[in-house]
């Protein structure tokens, strides 16, 4: 049935940035930015990516909107790979589109807002009238009156405007799937609400999935129905947002969840959860990229690379404390099951 | 620090190169027969045969372009068809007066350039920065061989305390640091220094401003710091690249002082370029063009260097 | 802003003038306009342009005609004005002429060579990668001659006469204007307006049409206009050194040339021709400043 096949699956992405060398031969090296991630994502859902900064969220975004070429991996939109015949990238931008975190930088300071909105989709072949008139009717449904915002330039736009005219700008081609990379993050906490609010109420009008890209773990609470956490380029816990936030599986969600600061004076925490600074994706730590970080880590941690375990229906993690052959101590408990 | 030398000496390479094909390219788009200018028009085919193995001229191209790089390599550049001299001698006895000319020029228009530049910038926006910038603009818009021309009517014809022409007693031969010489160099420097001061006034000035204008320099005086301090800051940050505009000053100096030299007859490379033009003596061309490119280029990569080692933020990006 | 709010009726909202704000270039244009200094020279250069253009029907003496008896006739001559050159001819009708052939030599090179260098420039810094270095790399070897060397050695070569000035100046005036096509389309290039252009599905041309273009062209534009001044100096030096134009017609390098003879009889006549690239110079730097200024401004 359509319905239990994912709207998006990604096999094995994997995206490295070769350094190049300075005039004095320094540097050198390659930045393993998505280092073979996996993940579906089903029609009609929110997921929240969420991860600290370097984690490769962005490059992941950009990798799903084919702004950049995999080194390896694919993807399978509606069940088609992305780039063959079956899904030409061209027809495939018309099912997904982006909205970037920088709402100035993403608008073209010479076009008034509505030329930019109605630029895909005369890229597309609508003719000049309709798109704009298309143009003018989605500001209206983004909550700006395009009598006042129609022939404006950025400019002259608040960043919480500024976002709702990206947002506009993603719908104009009709997509089914939208990717909101750090949305929401450089909005002030009202106009924040209320852009997360409109989404919402956008994806209920017309049937949109959303890939939730975002490093505030409350928002990605709020707006998620599962959420994906990455750590150093990699996938390390997947699942129901419910179930991962009150019940975290790996040891980074633990530690991210415990840093959010809480109003309740009672749940101070005492310990940083994270001990040290986040490593390098030059040249990340052997075996578990987390187990420099982690207060659980075993010398087996830094030899072996834990794999994705699911522990319930829809909830996975990697972690080598989950997996029952993998002789962490506090992995032998599971043998006996 | 060797090893970023060495790396940087690389890259010049196939530039210069590039310069050495192009060099070679333009001299042999001239139309016309190169020894037209040496031969009799009614000189026998045999006698045409005997000149043109003699200067090369019956190879190919990439042949001719190969065996001349490598005696280049090796300070042979030919020998002049007009006046069956070396043409290395010839060349670097005309660099050295140009290099003098050029030095002072350059030299006269940097102190200048960066007077009227820093006190434009410390004074921004008033009478003093407006006029100062008018001197700028003036400097950058006079055509300097126009000014030669002017000077020498007012100084040579008019009031009669300098020569108009030529690189005093000697000729072009002998050269010494007393009056009698360098009395035939001030217009021609003079004139020549009018182009860099207006831009090196104009650098500095953009400079100056944006340095004071930063917000630590204002946090510098909040702590004190006297305006003798803020001044040393401001020439210390604007230096390197006062120095490195200076330094490519130089180079085009080097390579444009065909006009100055002209209208003073001063006897350097421009002069010998032009010379070299009008009668098409090919291996002079072509020898004059290399080493004057050749030098700009070097000039080029010394700027660089130095600019990498006086500002720490570009050698450690 | 101008705001216009007009009284209507819902049906004919989509009809309505919506509120409009002046677009780029107007406000460059107002800024512009309220510098005195650009408008000045604007002003001269307007002037200069006419005289180029009509110079021709206005002298009040033959330019061409020489008469051995009027020699060097000082200024203020009965007939006249600036008196006579060399070979006898009025100078105010040269000069007058004159601004014709020099102007043209000044500026055809930097229009030619703005579209070309911005064609070179735009794609070497929108393709990036290979083809961005392949072409700069080569743009980098005419960059390393010094801009008056290259242009006397390829006029040199390629021999005196009008049109092959104006191909060793266009040729010139290339490696800087793509150097900075270059340069600004990159930084474009990596912003993420172009970024989302790409995931609408444009194709490269339509991308560089729509939304490169628009930002780039301006700041190339003001950095050509920089150059015309150097230009026309160059290309009156050309004439200067015998390269460029030929004599009897007149332009002002060549006509000062000419007149180095007469340096000593009669100075201010050989100076005259001099003064009028001198104003024309710096009519068009100071023009291209207050472009600049105008230009800068945010969004």
Redesign the interface.
Known sequence: MASDQPLLEVRCLVKHFPLKKDLIGRGGGVVRAVDGISFEVREGETLGVVGESGCGKSTTARLLMHLINPDQGEMVFDGAVVGSSDMPIKRFRRQAQMVFQDSYASLNPRLTIEDSIAFAPQVHGLPHKESIARARDLLARVGLEPRRFAERYPHELSGGQRQRVNIARALALQPRMIILDEAVSALDKSVEAQVLNLLLDLKDEFNLTYIFISHDLNVVRFMSDRVMVMYLGEVVEIGDSESLFQAPLHPYTRALLSSIPSMDPDQRTEFPPLQGDPPNPINPPAGCRFHTRCADAESVCSQRLPKLVSQSHNHSAACLMLEADSGHRKARHLLSQ | MLFFLIRRVIYTLPIMLGVAMVCFALVHLAPGDPLVSILPADASQEMQEQMRKLYGFDRSYPEQFASWIWRALQGDLGTSIASSRSVSTEVMKAVGNTLRLAAMATLIGFIFGCLFGFVAGYFQNSWVDKAASLTAVLGVSVPHYWLGMVLVIVFSSILMWLPASGAGPGGSDVWAWNWEHIKHMLLPALTMSVIPMGIIARTVRALVAEILAQEFVVGLRAKGLTDLGVFLHVVKNSAPTALAVMGLQLGYLLGGSILIETVFAWPGTGFLLNSAIFQRDLPLLQGTILVLATFFVLLNLVVDVIQTLLDPRISRS | MNLLRVQSDASK??A?P????P??WQTVGQRLLRDKVAIVAALVILLLLLLALFGGMLTPSDPYKTSMLSRLKPIGTANFPLGTDELGRDMLSRLMVGARLSLFMGITPVILAFIIGSAVGITAGYAGGYVNSLIM??I???Y??????LA???S????AGITNSLISLTVVFIPPIARVAESVTTQIRG???V????????GAF?IVR??VL??VLGPIFVYATSLI?VAM?LA??LS????GVKPPEPEW?LM?NTL?TA??SQ?WI??L???M??IT??A???LS?GLRSAMEI??
Do not use: E, Q
Not at chain 3, 18 to 21: F, L
Not at chain 3, 144 to 149: D, Q
Not at chain 3, 195 to 202: C, K, L
């Open positions: 909202v989509m309505l919506y509120d409009r704000t677009g780029y790399r080569t980098d070897v005419f390393a001659f010094p801009s008056v060397l006397i050695a390829l040199g070569a390629l021999g912003r993420d307006f970024d989302a252009a790409r995931a609408s599905g444009a339509t729509v939304h628009g930002n001044a100096i009156s030096g200067f050194l015998g390269l390098g000062l180095r340096i000593y100075p050989a100076a021709p001099g003064v690239i001198f110079s710096i068009f730097n100071l400043d945010k969004g």
